[in-house]
């Protein structure tokens, strides 16, 4: 790999890139990430750059393997969810090899090789979180009952962790901090007391990235974690309800300090930059201050999902299954795709429901030799989301005569008590797989936050990206003028319509735009083209864009370019989209 002149990445210079215009890129740093070059910025948000650390000498990617090897209980979950934060790709107490091998951070490997690890990545980083001896025992009694009721015979991890007594569990902790001080390097590895001390500073300066304008996150699905709280005026059981997250409004820590009210004098509450009420906190009520808990200008965070994430989070639902399946069963049509991975994974039949019960889909020449299903055990019945619980309960309604499991990828924190089986409760979201073909993209919807629908960039997310440049001129002119004719879609919008296009596309080549719409079945109110007589005259595009957005009634934009997308959402302040590295600026 050849050598690069040193990379702008936080001011260092051992590291550096293979990238041709990485060290030229953004020499003012990255939209979003001043301390971060451009290269290194898209890397972060899961583009494939190569970036070589050299410090020890050592050819090295950067991020590196990142590492947890912490026993259970002192807090691997709250690791986890400040990961993912940070943009990284995160596997919690991983089931396969391949979930340890396509994550950047994996946590609760304590039961992991050292020296394979250290052998297999030898740049990896290491995070190994104490916790007050008596305390951690506690939380381990408390847990272990939970773990026993939630066991499957069919899970290949290890559980005998949770068998082990107080005075074996206290001997395993002693030993696993012995090898890893003994193992590990002590520049890669972080000895942290995450309970006692959650804060971003110590992460994010052993990981040399910049720490997020949010709260760092505590969460705890055995216990301790705050019960969901009804909206004012409303209660659980006659109101939707939530517990909900740090508002979008919330920025960065005040500084300021105050006692807690409840708690007679013994807790300080931290204050944080709103940027409506100029300072708030996330959960604790104090007099005078707004709380984003019983605020009426709370913002909810936008989670987008990937297709990619889809296929992760269902087959991540193999761990909650009972071994006995007659087979799956997907609801039509979002259903289908987590009912094809859990189908797959676990070698059953796969079925669609009908309004009638349920048709096989086919087998393949696998499933000619056989499926590892039980004919007389219940059907595991599958939604890729449940939001109102109308299309589980109609699911229930066909097979009120069948033994059946519900299950969901994805529900809303109001509808758990619907289903057997989720893996995870959102609200609210995006899902990339019917985004533009649900009634939110047109803003046909009673939730406030998409009322307004979506604007929408073109090339990068109705069609693929151009293969060629736009030309003013000669034989490229030709090509880009096939290309508009040719281009392959991405994701179409055929459903609903969408309120508004803007594109850097010239006001030239409108018929040819216009044109590829109608033949792909896309409905469109107003498509904004660039004004330029010529391409190089196009300037400041981002710019051009958010004059737009910003002017029209839409709540959403999408866009292709993450470096766009960052400046959209700067001269807004309107939530944009970048599926091309799955987040959500607001």
Known sequence: MRRRPPCLCTGRTDIRCDAEHCDLAHPAGAPGHPDL????????????????????????????????????????????QALKLLGLTVIQWPRLQSEIITSQAVTEMYQADLADLLRRWPDARFIWTTRRAEDWLRSCDKTAPQIHDRWNPADPRDFSFWSLSSDARLALYSQREAEARAAILPARLLVWPLCEQPAWKPLCDFLGLPIPAVPFPRVDAFGGR????????????????????????????????????????????KLFHCRVHGSCTPVTALPGVACCQSCTDYREPVEWISTAQLTADAVSLVAQLPPRLAG???????????????????????????EKGVRPLGHGIRGKRGFAAAPDAPYLVVDDSVYNGAAMQSAKQVLRDHAAFFAAVYVTPWMTELVDFFARAISPHLFEWNLVNAGIWAGNTYDPIFGGGFATDLDGILCRDPTVPDADDGPLLERYRQWLSEAAPRLLPRRVTTKLIVTARLERWRPETE??????????????????????????IAAWKAQHYGASRCSFFCESSPEQAAEIFRLTGKPVVCPAVSRVWQ
Not at 54 to 79: A, E, M, N
Request: include cysteine.
């Open 37 to 80: 070059c451009k290269i290194c910025w898209q890397y972060h948000h899961s583009q494939p750059h190569n970036l070589v650390w050299g410090g020890d000498g050592q050819v090295q990617r950067w991020p590196p393997k990142i590492f947890h090897v912490g026993l259970p209980r002192t807090g691997s979950q709250s690791l986890t």
């Open 226 to 269: 705050p019960a969901p709280i009804a909206p004012p005026g409303g209660t659980k059981k006659n109101q939707r309800w939530r517990e909900k997250l740090p508002c979008i409004r919330l920025a960065s820590a005040t500084g300021e300090e105050r006692v807690c009210p409840g708690c007679r004098g013994t807790t300080r509450v």
């Open 328 to 354: 799956v069963v997907g609801i039509p049509r979002s259903g289908i795709l987590p009912a094809s991975a859990l189908a797959t994974h676990l070698h059953l039949p796969l079925l669609e429901l009908t």
């Open 515 to 540: 044109a590829w719409l109608r033949k792909w079945g896309v409905q469109w109110e107003r498509l904004i083209m660039h004004p330029a007589a010529k391409a190089s005259q196009r300037g400041d």
